[in-house]
């Protein structure tokens, strides 16, 4: 077990290790004997005997969590072990087993995470539905308000992020309010089944009509039932993991610069959202069409192929060794642009975290909340240790394993 928690996928994923690890000791110690959420939060997230699982789904995101790096390890760096260990959907139970006991099972969907018996069967049958790794975004929402409330327990002692929360302090510290803009996994949803694409403006007025023009009448239309289908689940409060992650790294960094964060599907959002305010915006623009209002002065331009289902980033003026385009290969690898820009009335600022799909946003949110990444941003802009940063963007390529983030690296920046 020592091994597999000092390996690259859990290096830089404290939390994850030391759960992993509590989780294989009480496995070992008192087998068949399931634990309970409320232990966990106790004792892996220094929660207190107030900790109520129904509100706040910080263990049944770390697990799930949890279960996309044991299978990263399992498939590249691990792949000679000769056991495998495992927890499995809807349990927080490990289990060991000889890898040469026969295939791996499938990977669980990560919205399998609670207990059979607290998911009420309707509530399952629209996670199948919606499919793609989604949780509801009160899970966010609560796990903000906890780190809110117990801001140490997401670092561990002394380890220090002085760049992190200067980079934080810079944004947000400014007494203006601070949103952070989830991703819209229905909308995901709903242009994946009608093969559309959503401005902002028709987003804004909930207009939804898939409309097709003449050049595309030789392409089959979308099933009718599914179209209805995903309409149906359009006003359902959907957002990934990643974001719930996000929610929670930000609620802790805004508290340590003194700043009070509110959580927001993009669906609540409008324009007047980023005026006056600053604002953390995440996911692929077609899952949160708010890019649209700041991605005009932006060098890298998101794109997506609505018929191959994959995103790209166009660059609009190449430098020496930089690709005019940027595109995503399925289940290999990803880009995102992370992005600092002025709010709408230029009185605050806006952090855009714009992945080509889920994994790719995780490696943005990575970026931002890790010390040797704001670190090294700040010698690759040629800035002092106590220098303001300028507004910028950068575009990371990211290595996507086993649906989760392998590695990421930075290939190409700008200043604005």
């Not at 966990?40 to 910080?58: K, N, Q």
Request: charged fraction near 25%; include cysteine.
């Amino acid at each position: 077990m020592k091994r597999v928690a000092g390996s690259a996928a859990f290096h830089r994923t404290w939390r994850l290790r030391e759960l992993l690890l509590f989780l294989c000791d009480h496995a070992l110690r008192e087998p068949g004997r399931p634990l309970r959420e409320q232990e966990i939060a106790e004792a892996v997230f220094g929660r207190g005997h107030d900790f109520d699982p129904i509100l706040d789904g910080l263990v049944r995101v770390q697990v799930a969590q949890l279960r996309k790096r044991l299978r990263l390890y399992f498939s590249a760096e691990g792949a000679d072990e000769p056991m495998i260990v495992e927890i499995a959907a809807g349990s927080y139970t490990a289990a060991f087993r000889p890898r040469s006991a026969g295939p791996e099972p499938p990977p669980p969907a990560d919205d399998d995470d609670e207990p059979e018996g607290r998911r009420p069967a309707a509530r399952r049958r629209t996670f199948a539905l919606a499919a793609g790794g989604l949780a509801l975004v009160v899970v966010a929402a609560g796990l903000i308000l906890h780190a809110a409330r117990r801001p140490s327990v997401a670092r561990p002692p002394g380890a220090e992020r002085p760049s992190v929360e200067a980079l934080w302090r810079q944004l947000f510290g400014n007494g203006r309010p601070a949103r952070i803009i989830l991703a819209d996994g229905s909308l995901t949803v709903f242009l994946d089944v009608t093969q559309r694409e959503l401005t902002a403006s028709a987003y804004q007025r909930g207009d939804f009509a898939a409309r097709y023009a003449g050049s595309e009448a030789s392409r089959p239309r979308p099933d009718p039932s599914r179209v209805a289908l995903a309409h149906e689940l359009l006003p359902q409060s959907f957002t990934s993991v990643v974001d719930a992650e996000l929610a929670y790294r930000a609620g802790v960094l805004l508290t340590s610069v003194g700043v009070a964060g509110e959580v927001l599907r993009a669906h609540d959002a409008s324009p007047d959202t980023f005026r006056s305010a600053n604002a953390v915006i995440t996911g692929p623009r077609r899952a949160n069409p708010w890019v649209e209002l700041f991605e005009g002065p932006l060098n890298f331009q998101s794109h997506h192929d609505r018929f191959a289902n994959l995103g790209s980033f166009m660059n609009r003026a190449p430098g020496a060794g930089e690709s005019p385009e940027y595109a995503a290969v399925r289940d290999q690898q990803g880009f995102c642009r992370v992005a600092y820009v002025p709010n709408l009335d230029a009185t605050g600022s806006v952090l855009l975290l714009t992945g080509t799909d889920v994994p790719s946003t995780q490696a943005g949110v990575d970026f931002v909340t890790r010390e040797d990444e704001v670190a090294g941003l700040r010698q690759r802009l040629g800035l002092g240790p106590h220098a303001v940063f300028p507004p910028f963007e950068v575009l990371l390529r990211v290595r996507v394993v086993a649906g989760a983030v392998g590695s990421f690296e930075t290939v190409a920046h700008r200043v604005h």
